[in-house]
C-alpha cells in the first residue's frame, strides 16, 4: 500500500492516488447511503451487512459466538443501577494504551488501508463507513469510522452525528466517546452505535421523577438527572440546527470553566425518535480512575467510556466482575465525573 494512500489528511494528492483511494473505498464499500436522498434507513442497511460479515469474516463471526457467554448482574447504588458486563472480549480496548506515543506508534485500525481482508462497511455520504465491531458488547455493535485519518473532535462532527441518528431512525443509538476518555483510536474521528434503549442511561433519562428541567435554549430542552451519581446533561430538540449550536456552546463554556484549550472530556449519547433528537452529555474530570492503575489484585480494570458512564459496566476481568462491588461504581462514577458546579456553570452559558 503507498504511503499517499494512508496520508489522506493531506491536501495535496495525485489524479493516480485518487484513483487508488476510489478503488480502495469501492473494495470496501457492501452499500452507499446517502443522508439527502432519506429513503430507505441506515438501520436496515447495517443489519443486512451484520448478516453478511457474520458469514464471511471469521473473526466477527468469533467475536459474536463470544458474546453469548457474556454475562451480566445489577449492583443498586444509591439513588440508582448499574449493570456489570462480565465480557474478556473487550481486554484489548479496556487494556489500550491510549498515550499519545503508543498512539503514534501503532498502526492505525480504523484507516480504510488497515481493515481486515473481509471487512466491508456502509459509506455513509462519501464520509463516514458504517462498520461491525469484532469486539461486541451489544448484539449489534457498529463503528462509525470517517474514511479519513482525521482526529478524534467533537466540535467538527456534531452536525453529522445528529445526522446519522436521524438515518438510523429509532433503531440505534449513536455514540461518541472523546479522545481523552474512552475512545481507543483517538487519532482517527469514529462514533459507535448500539440497539436503541440498551444503555440504562437512556431509560433513566425518560424517568418524569429524575428530570429536572434547567432550560429551554431557543427551542432546546435542557435537563438534568436527579439522584444519579454523576453529572449528565441531557438535550432535547426536534431542530438539527439550533441543537447542534447549542451543543457546541456546550463544548466552548466547557473549556472556558474547565480552563483548557483542548476539548473537554466527554461522552455523548445521541438519539432520534419520532422526531426529536435526545443527546446525553456525560462531562468528565479524568479518563481512567486510579484503581486502574494499582499493581496486582488491587487493580480493577474499568475504563470508563460511554457505555459505562451510562450505566452498562463492562468487565474485561472475571475477578473483577465477581468483586466489584456498588460503593466501589459510585466512588468511581464520582472520580471520573466532574463537579456539579461545573456542570450548573455551563448550562448557565448556553447560548
Ligand atoms: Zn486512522
Given at each position: 500500500?503507498?504511503?499517499?494512500?494512508?496520508?489522506?489528511?493531506?491536501?495535496?494528492?495525485?489524479?493516480?492516488?485518487?484513483?487508488?483511494?476510489?478503488?480502495?473505498?469501492?473494495?470496501?464499500?457492501f452499500?452507499?447511503?446517502?443522508?439527502?436522498?432519506?429513503t430507505?434507513?441506515?438501520?436496515?442497511?447495517?443489519?443486512e451487512?451484520?448478516?453478511?460479515?457474520k458469514?464471511?469474516?471469521?473473526?466477527?463471526?468469533?467475536?459474536?459466538a463470544?458474546?453469548?457467554s457474556?454475562?451480566?448482574?445489577?449492583?443498586?447504588?444509591?439513588?440508582?443501577?448499574?449493570?456489570l458486563?462480565?465480557n474478556?472480549?473487550r481486554?484489548v480496548?479496556?487494556?489500550?494504551?491510549?498515550?499519545?506515543?503508543?498512539?503514534?506508534?501503532r498502526?492505525?485500525?480504523?484507516?480504510?488501508?488497515?481493515?481486515?481482508?473481509?471487512?466491508?462497511?456502509?459509506?455513509?455520504?462519501?464520509?463516514?463507513?458504517?462498520?461491525?465491531?469484532?469486539?461486541?458488547?451489544?448484539?449489534?455493535?457498529?463503528?462509525?469510522?470517517?474514511?479519513r485519518?482525521?482526529?478524534?473532535?467533537?466540535?467538527?462532527?456534531?452536525?453529522?452525528?445528529?445526522?446519522?441518528?436521524?438515518?438510523?431512525?429509532?433503531?440505534?443509538?449513536?455514540?461518541?466517546?472523546g479522545?481523552?476518555?474512552?475512545?481507543?483510536?483517538?487519532?482517527?474521528?469514529h462514533?459507535?452505535?448500539?440497539?436503541?434503549g440498551?444503555i440504562?442511561?437512556?431509560?433513566?433519562?425518560q424517568?418524569?421523577?429524575?428530570?429536572q428541567?434547567?432550560?429551554?435554549?431557543?427551542?432546546?430542552?435542557?435537563?438534568t438527572l436527579?439522584?444519579?451519581?454523576?453529572?449528565?446533561?441531557?438535550?432535547?430538540?426536534?431542530?438539527?440546527?439550533?441543537?447542534e449550536?447549542?451543543?457546541?456552546?456546550?463544548?466552548?463554556?466547557?473549556?472556558?470553566?474547565?480552563?483548557?484549550?483542548?476539548?473537554?472530556?466527554?461522552?455523548?449519547l445521541?438519539?432520534?425518535?419520532?422526531?426529536?433528537?435526545?443527546?446525553?452529555?456525560?462531562?468528565?474530570?479524568?479518563?481512567r480512575?486510579?484503581?486502574?492503575?494499582?499493581?496486582?489484585?488491587?487493580?480493577?480494570?474499568?475504563?470508563?467510556?460511554?457505555?459505562?458512564?451510562?450505566?452498562?459496566?463492562?468487565?474485561?476481568?472475571?475477578?473483577?466482575f465477581?468483586?466489584?462491588?456498588?460503593s466501589?461504581?459510585?466512588?468511581?462514577?464520582?472520580?471520573?465525573?466532574?463537579?456539579?458546579?461545573?456542570?450548573?456553570?455551563?448550562?448557565?452559558s448556553?447560548?
Open positions: 500500500m503507498s504511503t499517499s494512500v494512508s496520508c489522506r489528511g493531506d491536501a495535496a494528492h495525485s489524479s493516480t492516488d485518487e484513483h487508488t483511494w476510489s478503488h480502495l473505498i469501492q473494495s470496501k464499500t452499500a452507499r447511503y446517502d443522508s439527502s436522498s432519506r430507505g434507513s441506515l438501520a436496515s442497511l447495517a443489519l451487512l451484520l448478516d453478511e460479515q458469514a464471511s469474516w471469521p473473526q466477527l463471526a468469533a467475536g459474536y463470544s458474546l453469548t457474556v454475562r451480566t448482574r445489577e449492583l443498586r447504588c444509591d439513588g440508582y443501577s448499574v449493570w458486563q462480565f474478556p472480549g481486554i480496548s479496556t487494556g489500550a494504551k491510549v498515550d499519545e506515543q503508543s498512539i503514534r506508534e498502526r492505525c485500525f480504523l484507516c480504510v488501508e488497515h481493515l481486515p481482508r473481509q471487512q466491508k462497511g456502509i459509506l455513509y455520504n462519501d464520509e463516514f463507513l458504517v462498520l461491525c465491531n469484532p469486539a461486541p458488547i451489544f448484539t449489534d455493535h457498529f463503528t462509525v469510522s470517517h474514511v485519518h482525521l482526529p478524534q473532535s467533537f466540535e467538527a462532527s456534531a452536525g453529522t452525528m445528529l445526522e446519522i441518528a436521524r438515518a438510523f431512525r429509532s433503531r440505534f443509538t449513536l455514540f461518541y466517546n479522545p481523552k476518555c474512552g475512545a481507543s483510536a483517538p487519532d482517527h474521528m462514533f459507535q452505535a448500539c440497539p436503541r440498551i440504562p442511561v437512556e431509560r433513566t433519562a424517568e418524569e421523577a429524575r428530570r428541567h434547567r432550560r429551554n435554549v431557543r427551542g432546546v430542552d435542557v435537563f436527579a439522584r444519579f451519581g454523576r453529572q449528565v446533561i441531557v438535550f432535547e430538540s426536534a431542530q438539527r440546527a439550533v441543537l449550536q447549542v451543543l457546541l456552546s456546550l463544548v466552548s463554556a466547557l473549556r472556558s470553566i474547565i480552563g483548557t484549550s483542548e476539548e473537554p472530556m466527554l461522552n455523548i445521541c438519539g432520534f425518535n419520532e422526531g426529536d433528537w435526545r443527546v446525553i452529555v456525560f462531562p468528565r474530570s479524568k479518563h480512575p486510579d484503581v486502574y492503575f494499582k499493581d496486582g489484585a488491587d487493580r480493577v480494570l474499568i475504563s470508563p467510556a460511554a457505555v459505562d458512564i451510562g450505566g452498562l459496566v463492562v468487565t474485561p476481568l472475571e475477578k473483577d465477581n468483586n466489584v462491588n456498588a466501589l461504581v459510585e466512588s468511581i462514577f464520582k472520580e471520573v465525573s466532574v463537579a456539579p458546579a461545573v456542570v450548573d456553570g455551563a448550562i448557565e448556553l447560548s
